[in-house]
């Protein structure tokens, strides 16, 4: 039976969900206070690197999670759960800003000019920073104003995050390097998302054409 909130509940699980997806950030910021006061933060022996890390994981989990929000609505029938996909999927914008951030400021150092040489030299740097000019207009264009405006080209924009789903993997596949384990899991996660919606479009697909060959 599908799930219905009451406005003051709805805004309560909406405030527990930025409570519970800002908490990554904020254990990260206190453990760069501590490192930067003491040395001792817990960031482990190269404190950029993990930074990082840390940062474009929590990316790739939000948008991981954002994709997983269509499969969960078509299996349990809760289309509440559609009222967090937007949420979501801003949350993998802001870590995916925040982890290209870090990389610009702590990584470089100011020397931002070298981004575009980076780019050019590191595959994993380039589908990276893709991944990121993709996630840029799905990020501008999420207010309801914008639906609005785009109507069916809405829609159409942002199935683009099926492609940047795949280069973030990507990215984070090549980063790694030696120990695939880590990736290869977000690979199998997104294989799965991606397959149950090839899997639905073609039932789609064969139902529409017994229709028209019923009708015909």
Do not use: C
């Amino acid at each position: 039976m599908p799930l219905t909130l009451s406005p003051r509940a709805l805004a309560a699980t909406k405030t527990l969900v930025h409570a519970l997806a800002l908490t990554p950030a904020a254990i990260l910021a206190w453990q760069i206070r501590a490192e930067f006061l003491t040395g001792s933060g817990g960031l482990g022996a190269d404190p950029v690197a993990e930074i990082e890390h840390r940062l474009g994981l929590w990316a790739l989990r939000f948008l991981m999670l954002t994709l997983a929000i269509t499969p969960l609505r078509q299996l349990t029938g809760q289309t509440v759960l559609m009222r967090f996909r937007r949420m979501l999927g801003l949350y993998a914008f802001a870590y995916a800003t925040l982890h290209f951030t870090a990389y610009l400021v702590l990584d470089l150092r100011g020397y931002w000019t070298q981004i575009f040489e980076e780019i050019a030299k590191r595959p994993y740097i380039t589908v990276g920073f893709a991944a990121w000019l993709l996630l840029l207009p799905l990020a501008l264009t999420s207010t309801q104003a914008a639906i609005r405006w785009l109507g069916r080209n809405w829609a159409r924009l942002h199935k683009l995050v099926y492609v940047i789903a795949v280069l973030a993997v990507l990215h984070f596949w090549w980063l790694v390097k030696s120990d695939v384990r880590e990736p290869a899991l977000y690979a199998g996660i997104l294989a799965v998302l991606l397959g149950w919606r090839a899997w639905n479009a073609l039932k789609k697909r064969r139902l529409s054409a017994r229709r028209t060959a019923a009708t015909g």
